[in-house]
């Protein structure tokens, strides 16, 4: 089966431009994540999706993040100004359920870089 | 608050030996426990998930013990080969106050040749 997909793989901006970040989750899976990997740390979840519903966003920077997943398969995530601290790997992770202790599936992450 | 604490060291260690990476965690009682392989430029993939009242998992060369009185998770890996050179996360469920999976920074392990 396909994994998850994302694109673009790598991104250069400067500080205050804006940049979006699309995912293709797994066929059929319900749940979808988004996280921010910062260098040398693990992925913090940014905000987690179940079909086309937010079912926890506490940790995304709501001021300049978005994310949306408008048909419950694909998702964006936008930042809007962008700022040096945002550089990091994205990445997007999808379940079949939400269930505890369900796997997640990673793609492969977008690098962000912030001039 | 919740804390996740992993080897901070990367770990070097001779092909055919065992490494043993420890994954401690402080202010919380999870159900169970995950753990996944990060190479680079790609993202994380599950290994193995050890529920609480299991002390021991097995997968192929891949053992992993889960103490909830120490609060702590070993991973070992046998007979240890350059392929499993890698970053190795723990990650722990939601709980009463983090709402969401939480993963430890990561134990990076070379496997020398």
């Known amino acids: 089966e396909a994994g998850v997909a994302q694109s673009p793989r790598y991104k250069i901006i400067e500080k205050r431009q804006s940049v979006a970040f699309w995912c293709n989750p797994i066929?059929?899976?319900?749940?979808l994540y988004w996280y921010q990997q910062i260098l040398g740390q693990g992925p913090k979840l940014l905000i987690q999706?179940?079909?086309?519903?937010?079912?926890?966003d506490s940790q995304l920077p709501k001021d300049r993040f978005s994310a949306e997943r408008l048909k419950g398969v694909d998702s964006t995530l936008k930042i809007q100004p962008a700022k040096l601290e945002d550089s990091a790997v994205y990445l997007c992770?999808?379940?079949?359920?939400?269930?505890?202790?369900?796997?997640?599936?990673f793609g492969p992450g977008t690098r962000l870089l912030v001039l | 608050s919740q804390k996740i604490e992993q080897n901070s060291e990367a770990l070097n260690i001779q092909e055919g030996k065992t490494a043993t990476l420890t994954c401690n965690y402080t202010n919380y009682s999870p159900a169970y426990l995950q753990w996944y392989r990060q190479d680079p430029g790609r993202g994380p993939v599950f290994l193995l998930l050890?529920?609480?009242?299991?002390k021991e998992k097995r997968k192929e060369r891949l053992k992993v013990t889960f103490d909830t009185t120490l609060k702590q998770s070993l991973f070992h890996i046998t007979a240890s080969q350059p392929a499993d050179s890698a970053t190795y996360l723990c990650?722990?469920?939601?709980?009463?106050?983090?709402?969401?999976?939480?993963f430890g920074s990561g134990t990076q392990l070379t496997v020398l040749p």
């Open positions: 050890i529920r609480e009242n299991e």
């Open positions: 999706f179940q079909n086309n519903g937010v079912v926890d």
């Open positions: 990650a722990l469920p939601p709980s009463g106050s983090a709402r969401q999976l939480t």
């Open positions: 066929s059929g899976h319900a749940t």
């Open positions: 992770a999808s379940s079949l359920t939400s269930g505890r202790g369900e796997t997640q599936y």
